[in-house]
């Protein structure tokens, strides 16, 4: 131990130049078991991954990222050669998305039992390896796994479209703090988003030049264009979630087919940003063969087992009407094989009771969610107030909006998925999600301002066991030049200690 105590002040070995390597306990968000200590690694051009066949798309992400990071193309290898230093990639007992990283002088060790497990491992590891060489891993061991099994990140692509290359890029940026889904607003008043071919106008109309907040873009993904980025995302272990919200937020595609507004005359297309004006017609029966046919395409776009039926600001269509809605409509979900999702509205609908409420109120009462949740019913965690990535950080930030208030970093940070809720206890929590409405956002340099460094302060709720807001912050000062480097034009908040 005596001898061990140095190294766990000062990881890098004596003879290294440059910077001591990252702490072990510097990574985002939080893992469950620290332990520093021994030898650290240094990362050449003569490290190996070491692979099993089962685990060769994880391996080959990694080569990747050390590639990015060093510029050194390792070889990935199913067995390592006699002394050769070595990242490896070994199944272990951790199950699922769980992982234990352990760094020696020969090597590093990442074992789980599932390759979401391994892919989550490499995350920890992209963040332990130094920004400039020498590329020292600091030696210890971390044992990990998620406190919630959901933690999400979202955009609308119906306000401002975003071009697949802009999600990717999304994707790339928030798997590396272990967000694992990605769910997708795909349908607005403004516009529509995803090819189906039952209804064609859909996105012939609602997809055209001009469909976006202010006249500003259009367009649309074609099922192509889908099937790609599901991939894109399944390789980084993020399942995307589709949303096409219902009955209300519906202008765009009423504009396309007149006969889903109940007077048969389309309403004019909308470019501005008011919300709870539309709603298909409750009462028609074209309502659900139009709704069916959506939720059996999407269904078929979809290997993950969620759709999101959206259900908000229905402030046209009444009480009891959405309930006659929701009551026919959440199990047309079921019929495709799939669960359904949709804002906390749904709960109003006994229906609701086996399907997933996204809580967005501000409120940490919600009677109706409550019992819902009593009923059966799981729920997600998006409080506008605290999780909205389009709140303005403060009142001078020059993107995103205010009527849930201004979320600064700590204001993100400090509340518990776990224990938001009064009568929605941990155990009915599937995780949490942080949405980006983009009725102010186009670029994926918005996106990024608004998300980062918050995005990180989501995830870690999502993923730690507990929260230490001036561990957090340390880690999140740190973190900031890995931005940098990578070119995310993040919002420096001033509440953090940038490096
Ligand atoms: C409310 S949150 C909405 C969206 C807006 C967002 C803007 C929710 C379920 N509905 O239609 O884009 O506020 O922050």
Known sequence: LACALPLVLAPAPADAAGPPAVALNSVIPAPVEVRPGGPAFRLTARTVIVAPPSARPVADRLAEAVRAATGYRLAVVKHAPRHAPAITLAPGRTGGEGYRLSVGRKGVTIRSGGNSGLFNGVQTLRQLLPLEAPWTVAGGEILDRPRFAYRGAFLDLARHFHTPAEIKQYIDEISQFKVNHLHLHLSDDQGWRIQIDSWPRLTAVGGAAGTGVDGVGGGFLTKADYRDLVRYAAARYVTIVPEIDMPGHVNAAQVAYPELTCDGVAPPPRTDTAVGYSSLCIGKEVTYRFV???????????????????????????????????????????????????????????????????????????PTLAAAVAAGAKVIMSPANLAYLDMKYDPSTRLGLSWAGYIEVRTAYDWDPGAHVTGVPESAVLGVEAPLWSETLRSIEDIEFMAFPRLAAIAELGWSPSRDWESFRTRLGAYGPRWTARGVGFYPSPQIDWA
């Not at 019929?335 to 949709?342: C, I, M, N, Q």
């Not at 906390?344 to 009771?353: K, M």
């Open 292 to 366: 069916e046919d959506v939720i059996r395409e999407l269904a078929e776009l979809t290997p993950g087992p969620l759709i999101h039926i959206g259900g908000d600001e229905a402030h046209a269509t009444s009480e009891a009407d959405y309930i006659a809605f929701q009551q026919r409509v959440l199990p047309l979900v079921g019929k495709y094989g799939k669960t359904a999702y949709g804002w906390n509205e749904i709960t109003q609908a006994p229906a609701s009771h086996t399907a997933i409420a996204q809580y967005w109120n501000t409120s940490t009462t919600d």
